[in-house]
């Protein structure tokens, strides 16, 4: 598959701090980007999604930034809380009609 | 946001036999159906992109005579895992998308938890 196994880096933060997530994606054709969550033995979740004509959105308590130059997605949660901890991935869209490429994956702990 | 639904969550079969997962859209229609594995601790590795009333499309090193995907209408995939053996085991997972285009999200199953004994 697309898709790259590799196993999962881990962030931890303190409860109440602003978390930022990374990912780095790897077809400069890509125009369309989302961030989904998932819980441990669930499918993923939607947070947010950024096209390729913008570098930022924001959504509640998340924001997603694009840098096409570097072809760098980041998500930020504010206000880190314990619901928020799972796995993050970040999906890229390869064009019309194409399936979803997923990033590695990122396990989020939130530290009481 | 738009439900998907996936059947059974966990299944249990012994080495040898066939397994069906189904892959339902409830409030919409699903052109494009993706079904991905996800082992422990790894990302979702895309198996194959089903069209509806197509054959489906299945990615590099992926059996599909073991793996047989059907898409018989614009609500319902289904995912067959023949003659199970226990490296099939693995979390099973269906995406469908509402409509081709670039900007449409991918709507995610609950996924299934495959144990091949």
């Known amino acids: 598959g697309e898709s790259v196994g590799l196993h999962l880096p881990t962030l931890s933060v303190q409860e109440g701090d602003n978390s930022i997530i990374n990912c780095a994606y790897s077809?400069?054709?890509?125009?369309?980007f989302i961030w989904y969550k998932q819980e441990s033995g669930k499918g993923p979740q939607f947070i947010i999604d950024?096209?390729?004509?913008?570098d930022k959105r924001q959504g509640q308590r998340v924001t997603v930034l694009l840098n096409k130059t570097v072809k760098h997605l980041s998500l930020q949660i504010a206000a880190t809380q314990p619901g928020d901890s799972a796995v993050y991935f970040c999906?890229?869209?390869?064009?019309?009609?194409?399936?979803?490429?997923f990033g590695p994956g990122t396990r989020l702990s939130v530290l009481p | 946001g738009a439900v998907v639904s996936q059947h059974p969550s966990r299944v249990i079969c012994k080495s040898g036999t066939s397994v069906k997962i189904e892959c339902r859209s409830l409030d919409f229609q699903a052109t494009t159906m993706f079904w991905y594995r996800q082992f422990p601790k790894q990302s979702l590795m895309l198996m194959a992109t089903s069209n509806e009333g197509s054959k489906a499309t299945y990615e590099q090193g992926v059996e599909k005579d073991k793996f047989l995907i059907n898409h018989a209408s614009l609500t319902l995939s289904t995912l067959t895992v023949t003659s199970a053996h226990p490296e099939d085991s693995s979390f099973y997972i269906c995406?469908?998308?509402?409509?081709?285009?670039?900007?449409?999200?991918?709507?995610f199953g609950q996924g299934t938890r495959l144990t091949v004994v």
């Open positions: 077809n400069s054709a890509s125009d369309y």
């Open positions: 995406s469908a998308r509402a409509r081709q285009g670039w900007d449409t999200e991918a709507f």
């Open positions: 999906a890229e869209n390869r064009g019309y009609g194409q399936n979803f490429v």
């Open positions: 950024i096209r390729s004509n913008m």
